[in-house]
């Protein structure tokens, strides 16, 4: 399957995917932000996961529903093939016609039950998983999001043979391993020998900058970007102003200010560091009301 096949091409390189970031990158903010993402580039958003259940209604799921202005794929994490073929199965009626897999998931809590980056420690679950995937979405439209291992950076080697066998749209991968949660340097030395393993399109992933180039990723590949892009949007003219309907939008969403403050902080710590929001991230952060809040 040619790679033009799978992911449209952006104009003078390679493909940028909006990472899925739980709690930041949800609906809203691809609503609010919708010109940001497109003027950045990305081609395509991943939604933060979904548990995959037996029950899940796409139509109520706050991640799906609306028209956006780039693709989305929905990501689901989960353990269980019939649960998630039963939930791909609601999406395609609903109209979508790719899904990802959350094989990356590094918090104790959801990999010691074998969910996210645990699919690495159970290989049978995880080809049922990517069985379940691809039968349902058809070939070249399931993808995974998988880390290097769980606390070594070589399991994904091992396990390339496992993924290869099945038609996958695409493999991102995380450069590091779950142990490593989010932080320290990212092993992109890996990233040559994944490429050359694969048969399908590897998307790379981790501490990727908006602009410049970067040891360890070739020119033209393939990226999935998250923190820098969040980063990017405190420097924006017009922040305030998206700030506003971010906060409108989220008090139509959630029940009471407490929700709406707490999900506004998330994205304003993105930002402590840079020079306009230094003294205003000290009064965000305490804020008990959204009138306080207001910084800006
Ligand atoms: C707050 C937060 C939430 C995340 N939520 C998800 C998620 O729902 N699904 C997923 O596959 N990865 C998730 N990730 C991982 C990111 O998609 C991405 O792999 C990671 O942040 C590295 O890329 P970056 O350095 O460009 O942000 C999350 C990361 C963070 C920091």
Redo the contacts with the bound molecule.
Sequence with gaps: MAKEDVLPAIHGGGRRIL??????TIRPFRRVFADAIVQSGFVEAIT??IAANQGFDPLKDRELGSAEAIPVTP?FIGKDPAALRASLERIVAAGYTTADL?C??PYPMVRNKGRGSGLLRTPEILRQMLEAGCQTMGPGRFSV?VRLGVDREDELLGLMRLFNGFPLRFITV?ARTAAEM?DGPCHRGMFAQIISLAKCPVVL????PLTGEVEGIPPGADV?????FIRSLGDREDIGELLDRYIELSRQELCGERPVLCRLKELLAYWKDLPRWRRRWQIAKRACSLREFRVW
């Design positions: 990472a899925p970031l739980r709690g930041v933060p996961f990501q959350n990356g998931c999001k995380h989010y992933n981790g501490d990727i999935m970007i998250g923190r820098a």
